[in-house]
């Protein structure tokens, strides 16, 4: 088979302070708590800073409905949702990398998710008051209202023929009432449960979903180009967990251990953010050491550097694919180090109680894709092309979408 080049989708520093045993009492913008103030802040609802009524995302902020639906009612059927996962990939498969030549783009230029964050990271650099004026000039802030009219439009009427056969037909349901959609539908209470408000939860979801668990499998796809060596072990483990379970199961995915540490140290080596724990207190707080924060303060901590900090990474400048997965083998630490769990220095996904609901979705389908791709393809980066380097965009990190990775279609796949 001949080889066909494929483009895959989708700086500011920051001090990092070591040491502080008190927030200042006049607010300020932005405040960096050290690690040692993680447990303090763990059970405090987390904020965000995307401009949110410019980029449609406020709604996030209205209610913990998704946190809820994904908690109680997604994450409980994982396991049945792997098949349902495998297949949609099998079409994805023969859309993107169909085993011909030809150039093929993983082009999201048009997406919703790429808008909202070209929308934040404009308009974080213009003045609060400003902010009104500067939205009817920027063209990403017109698309991300057209996705959302597009979102309405497309999940209204569906929403209220679902709630028309509910209320006409029998208690039994068939599948296509087991997604997130139907989740929240059946969830939410008071204008949660508004057409319009499930539709524009449900977009949001997209950029939590589609947006940070293509990143992070991009750049766990880099590092595999980037470290070859590493590919035929971890094909090896695909195939054999794939063989003894007859197919993708949900207990396929637990046998992919050195897949899974693989993908957590390329995300230890390339964040998606460098910082994170974003907390907003609208009333002034004292904490259970005695520090005060005052209303209005913004506080977050430097979760790269944290975790870099790690006692148990001695060498943290080293790429050490296999890192966690020896660190799984100690005693006792059988069901720690992996991508979907948080510790106080790996908190990409939070930690405590508010620590990201959909993470354990994201790591399933992270193994999925890479999976299939170590099964069905060889890959490489194109002759005399290094690593693509990052994008830094304020404190967000992104892998280059200009970057090209050539697959060649195995003769003998597994999938």
Same mark, same amino acid.
């Not at 230029?109 to 003045?127: K, N, Q």
């Not at 990474?313 to 006792?332: A, K, L, N, S, T």
């Given at each position: 088979?001949?080889?066909?080049?494929?483009?895959?989708?989708?700086?500011?520093?920051?001090?990092?302070?070591?040491?502080?045993?008190?927030?200042?009492?006049?607010?300020?913008?932005?405040?960096?708590?050290?690690?040692?103030?993680?447990?303090?802040?763990?059970?405090?609802?987390?904020?965000?800073?995307?401009? $949110?009524?410019?980029?449609?995302?406020?709604?996030? +902020?209205?209610?913990?409905?998704?946190?809820?639906?994904?908690?109680?009612?997604?994450?409980?059927?994982?396991?049945?949702?792997?098949?349902?996962?495998?297949?949609?990939?099998?079409?994805? #498969?023969?859309?993107?990398? &169909?085993?011909?030549?030809?150039?093929?783009?993983w082009d999201d230029?048009?997406?919703?998710?790429?808008? !909202? /964050?070209?929308?934040? =990271?404009?308009?974080?650099?213009?003045?609060q008051w400003t902010?009104?004026?500067?939205?009817?000039? %920027?063209?990403?802030?017109?698309? %991300?209202?057209?996705?959302?009219?597009?979102?309405?439009? =497309?999940?209204?009427?569906? =929403?209220?023929?679902?709630?028309?056969?509910?209320?006409?037909?029998?208690?039994?349901?068939?599948?296509? #009432?087991?997604?997130?959609?139907?989740?929240?539908?059946?969830?939410?209470? *008071?204008?949660?449960?508004?057409?319009?408000?499930?539709? *524009?939860?449900?977009?949001?979801?997209?950029?939590?979903?589609?947006?940070?668990?293509?990143?992070?499998?991009?750049?766990?796809? #880099?590092?595999?180009?980037?470290?070859?060596?590493?590919?035929?072990?971890?094909?090896?483990?695909?195939?054999?967990?794939?063989?003894?379970?007859?197919?993708?199961?949900?207990?396929? @995915?637990?046998?992919?251990?050195? @897949?899974?540490?693989?993908?957590?140290?390329?995300?230890?080596?390339?964040?998606?953010?460098?910082? *994170?724990?974003?907390?907003?207190?609208?009333?002034?707080?004292?904490?259970?050491?005695? +520090? !005060?924060?005052?209303?209005?303060?913004? +506080?977050?901590?430097a979760i790269e550097?944290?975790?870099?900090?790690?006692?148990?990474?001695?060498?943290?400048?080293? #790429?050490?694919? /296999?890192?966690?997965?020896?660190?799984?083998?100690?005693? *006792?630490?059988?069901?720690?180090?992996?991508?979907?769990?948080?510790? &106080?220095?790996?908190?990409?996904? $939070?930690?405590?109680?508010?620590?990201?609901?959909?993470?354990?979705?994201?790591?399933?389908?992270?193994?999925?894709?890479? $999976?299939?791709?170590?099964?069905?393809?060889?890959?490489?980066?194109?002759?005399?092309?290094?690593?693509?380097?990052?994008?830094?965009?304020?404190?967000?990190?992104?892998?280059?979408?200009?970057?090209?990775?050539?697959?060649?279609?195995?003769?003998?796949?597994?999938?």
């Open positions: 088979m001949t080889w066909s080049s494929c483009r895959p989708s989708s700086s500011t520093s920051y001090e990092t302070c070591q040491k502080r045993s008190s927030v200042p009492s006049k607010p300020t913008p932005m405040q960096v708590y050290p690690r040692q103030g993680l447990e303090l802040l763990a059970d405090l609802k987390a904020s965000q800073n995307f401009q $949110g009524v410019y980029s449609a995302t406020s709604i996030l +902020t209205e209610g913990n409905l998704h946190s809820r639906v994904l908690q109680s009612k997604l994450t409980p059927k994982l396991g049945a949702l792997v098949p349902i996962i495998h297949n949609e990939l099998d079409y994805a #498969f023969t859309q993107e990398l &169909p085993g011909s030549n030809g150039t093929m783009s230029a048009i997406s919703y998710t790429e808008h !909202v /964050f070209r929308a934040i =990271i404009l308009l974080r650099m213009f003045p902010k009104p004026y500067i939205a009817q000039l %920027v063209p990403s802030i017109w698309l %991300v209202r057209y996705y959302r009219y597009r979102a309405n439009t =497309i999940l209204e009427p569906l =929403i209220a023929q679902r709630r028309k056969e509910q209320a006409t037909s029998a208690s039994v349901r068939d599948e296509k #009432f087991d997604n997130l959609l139907q989740f929240m539908m059946d969830a939410a209470i *008071g204008t949660d449960s508004r057409p319009d408000k499930l539709a *524009g939860r449900t977009l949001i979801l997209t950029l939590a979903s589609s947006h940070t668990t293509s990143m992070a499998a991009c750049q766990t796809l #880099f590092q595999m180009c980037e470290y070859p060596e590493y590919i035929a072990e971890l094909r090896q483990e695909v195939s054999r967990a794939v063989q003894a379970d007859q197919g993708w199961r949900k207990t396929t @995915l637990t046998k992919l251990k050195k @897949l899974d540490s693989f993908i957590k140290e390329s995300q230890r080596v390339h964040p998606p953010s460098l910082l *994170g724990f974003k907390r907003a207190f609208l009333k002034e707080r004292m904490l259970s050491d005695g +520090t !005060v924060i005052p209303k209005g303060a913004h +506080t977050l901590m550097q944290h975790q870099q900090e790690d006692p148990d990474i001695p060498d943290p400048e080293v #790429f050490d694919g /296999f890192r966690y997965y020896r660190m799984r083998q100690h005693e *006792g630490h059988a069901n720690k180090h992996q991508f979907a769990t948080t510790d &106080p220095y790996t908190l990409h996904f $939070g930690h405590g109680k508010f620590s990201c609901p959909g993470r354990f979705l994201a790591s399933n389908v992270i193994k999925m894709v890479l $999976g299939r791709l170590l099964l069905d393809f060889d890959f490489r980066f194109p002759p005399g092309q290094d690593r693509p380097a990052d994008i830094h965009a304020h404190e967000y990190i992104f892998p280059d979408p200009r970057g090209k990775v050539d697959f060649r279609l195995r003769a003998d796949t597994g999938a």
